[in-house]
Each structure stands twice: as C-alpha cells, then as structure tokens.
C-alpha cells in the first residue's frame, strides 16, 4: 500500500529485495528462483534423496521464488520431497515445523530452509533437541549468507546474495528515477552456492 500511495503521488520508489507484481514496478532483487535451484543440485551432488523444504513467508516473492526454483530442480533431478513446512521466516515457526518434519517414519535427509536466521533454529533443534548429527545424519542449507552463517558453531552451506550489489542498484536508480532519467528495472543479480560443513558429508 506504501510503495502505491508514493507512487500516487510521483514519489519514485524501488523495492528492495521483493517484487509485489505491480506493473511498471522498479525491484531489485537477487535470481532467487536460481538459488533454489543450485540447492537443489548441491542435494543431488552429494548423493541425498530424501528432501525437505521449510518456507518463509508466503506473501514475499523472494520466498515463493526460492521454493519454485527447489521444486523445479527437485522433480528434474529426481528427488523425492518428502516434506514441505511453513516457518514464516520466524525462529519459533522454524522449531516448530522442524519438530513436525522429522516426527515421521521417513524423514528428509537433507533440508532446505528458507533464510539463515531460520536455518540456525533448524540446526539448533536438530542437534539438541532430536540428537541429531550434522551433516551425517541429516544434512542443512540456507539463504543469504548473512555473517553468522561462518561461524564455527554453524558453519552453514548456504546461497550467497549480492547484498551490496543489490544496494548500489537500489541507489542508482532512485538517483536516476529523482533525476527524471528514464529507468529500467535490472536483472536479477546473480547468486552462489556456498558449501560449508552443514552438507559436508565425507
């Protein structure tokens, strides 16, 4: 309703990181689909079949984005998902559908979560709670690459987005968008895989 109302009033705005499917909207947002995808690919790689999904929040294009990229990539490379849960990019949410996804005679040898903060959550639950062991019994994979994600308590496999990228665009189109210049929404940046010991398994 924000980013209608600006506009309404020639106030130019840019979204960062969200798409809302308004017409001529200016977004600058990473290739969320194709970070799906390259987990997807990671799980097939290090020879897991059995997956997981733990979404965000629903109405965010950046999580619908993400799990049609997974699913896609899935069905293509012929794993089975077992399991989709809401987690509402909210940590307690997280514990909650982790608790459920793995309360099941065949649960996921592997999960993707939507974003880091709520992959912690996972991993937390995961190993204190239900005694499990990562990656060896269940491997974990987030979104973002947010700092923590390095961290030795973590050490998170996760989907890198170009953050500063992401803000330089931002700020040259608003400035070009100020100026009366005529603009066009970018192309999704380009994101990577990163592999760290949550999905390392040898």
């Not at 060896?136 to 989907?159: E, H, I, K, M, R």
């Not at 066009?184 to 940046?189: C, H, K, N, S, Y």
Request: aromatic share 6%.
């Amino acid at each position: 309703d924000l980013a209608q109302q600006c506009r309404a009033k020639d106030v130019p705005v840019v979204l960062f990181n969200r798409r809302l499917g308004d017409a001529h909207e200016l977004a600058v947002v990473s290739d969320n689909q194709r970070g799906g995808q390259l987990v997807a690919q990671h799980f097939a790689d290090i020879g897991v079949s059995r997956v997981g999904y733990i979404a965000g929040w629903r109405a965010a294009s950046t999580q619908n984005d993400r799990e049609a990229g997974f699913r896609i990539e899935a069905l293509k490379l012929g794993l089975d998902l077992v399991d989709v849960q809401d987690g509402d990019f909210n940590p307690d949410k997280a514990r909650t559908a982790t608790l459920q996804m793995f309360d099941r005679a065949d649960p996921p040898q592997a999960v993707f979560v939507a974003n880091d903060y709520m992959a912690f959550t996972v991993l937390d639950v995961l190993r204190t709670e239900l005694g499990l062991r990562v990656p060896q019994d269940v491997c974990v994979v987030g979104f973002d690459d947010v700092p923590t994600a390095a961290w030795n308590s973590y050490d998170l496999t996760t989907v890198r987005q170009n953050s500063q990228g992401m803000v330089d665009e931002v700020v040259a189109l608003l400035m070009a968008a100020i100026g009366g210049q005529g603009v066009v929404a970018p192309m999704p940046l380009s994101v990577e895989l990163v592999a760290r010991g949550t999905t390392k398994r040898g």
